[in-house]
């Protein structure tokens, strides 16, 4: 059973920063091998991909979130993170890791695994 725990989600004002950070468990290979994603979701909106990491460490962002945040990934210890700067309160929503077992920039494909979600919310 493949598992992902977010964490790191608060609240901030505008300009703000959060990291947050995404512990994986149970896979039956290494993470690395998989698109490690992180998408959000706020009241009323479809959830929507903000940024992705491929097995080749090619990563990828939504425009809204470009040159703000940034993917990354700790393979020793099967966490991703994901390093939100200049935080605006669009930014606000659940956000969410996940695993897929494949991507291309921003199009995903394949079996796929959800982490419960982490909250951030930015105010004005």
């Known amino acids: 059973q493949v598992q992902l725990v977010e964490s790191g989600g608060g609240s901030v004002e505008t300009g703000g920063s959060l990291r947050l950070s995404c512990e994986a468990s149970g896979y039956l290979s290494s993470p690395s091998t998989y698109c490690l994603s992180w998408f959000r979701q706020a009241p009323g909106k479809e959830r929507e991909g903000v940024a992705a990491?491929?097995?080749?460490?090619?990563?990828s962002y939504a425009d809204s979130v470009k040159g703000r945040f940034t993917i990354s990934q700790d393979n020793a210890n099967n966490t991703l993170f994901l390093q939100m700067n200049s935080l605006a309160p669009e930014d606000t929503a659940m956000y969410y890791c996940a695993a897929f077992e494949g991507c291309t920039g921003l199009l995903w494909f394949g079996r796929n695994y959800w982490g419960q979600g982490t909250q951030v919310t930015v105010s004005s």
């Open positions: 990491i491929d097995s080749d460490g090619s990563t």
